[in-house]
């Protein structure tokens, strides 16, 4: 009852029904705490293996940042420990990406590949296109420093890359 409780509360916030580490991990952690009579001392034991189990996996890259709903995470101040390593994993997703600039055109892929790249790239209405603009591109750094976030390098091809790229 109360592991399904739990479950439930987790579920709403993970996107990913029925994921096989998540299940695991409950019914391990309900294996391994059964023995524990007060329903409340349960309760908090289960939650805090729970939360240290899914931390992990998550640093690992097992369970994919992507597969949670933040906002919903930061509702619950249990949860608010998970909710800042989600979003510290994805600004240095965002920071570690790389946009190439050709002449005055931006390629955009790597940024498009990250969480908060994709995001405002959708809010501009550029989800469709690999190549911007410089003014463009703008929009998109200003997005970014609106956030305050790092804005991703950008890398101008070497002359040997640009010999074998024309």
């Given at each position: 009852?109360?592991?399904?409780?739990?479950?439930?509360?987790?579920?709403?916030?993970?996107?990913?029904?029925?994921?096989?580490?998540?299940?695991?991990?409950?019914?391990?952690?309900?294996?391994?705490?059964?023995?524990?009579?007060?329903?409340?001392?349960?309760?908090?034991?289960?939650?805090?293996?729970?939360?240290?189990?899914i931390t992990y996996l998550v640093k690992e890259d097992v369970i994919n940042h992507r597969n949670f709903e933040i906002d919903a995470l930061k509702k619950d101040n249990k949860w608010k420990p998970l909710?800042?390593?989600?979003?510290?994993?994805r600004i240095k997703e965002l920071k570690n990406s790389q946009?190439?600039?050709?002449?005055?055109?931006?390629?955009?892929?790597?940024?498009?590949?990250?969480?908060?790249?994709k995001f405002i790239i959708d809010r501009l209405d550029y989800s469709r296109r690999k190549?911007?603009?410089e003014d463009e591109y703008e929009k998109i750094v200003k997005a970014i420093k609106k956030l305050n976030y790092e804005v991703p390098i950008v890398v101008q091809p070497t002359a040997t890359e640009r010999f074998f790229n024309d």
């Open positions: 009852m109360v592991v399904e409780a739990i479950k439930d509360e987790f579920y709403g916030f993970f996107s990913v029904q029925k994921h096989v580490e998540i299940e695991r991990i409950f019914t391990n952690l309900n294996n391994q705490l059964n023995h524990l009579t007060s329903v409340e001392n349960f309760k908090r034991q289960f939650f805090i293996n729970l939360l240290k189990e909710a800042k390593l989600i979003l510290l994993k946009v190439e600039k050709k002449g005055k055109k931006y390629y955009i892929e790597d940024l498009k590949n990250t969480y908060f790249g190549v911007l603009e």
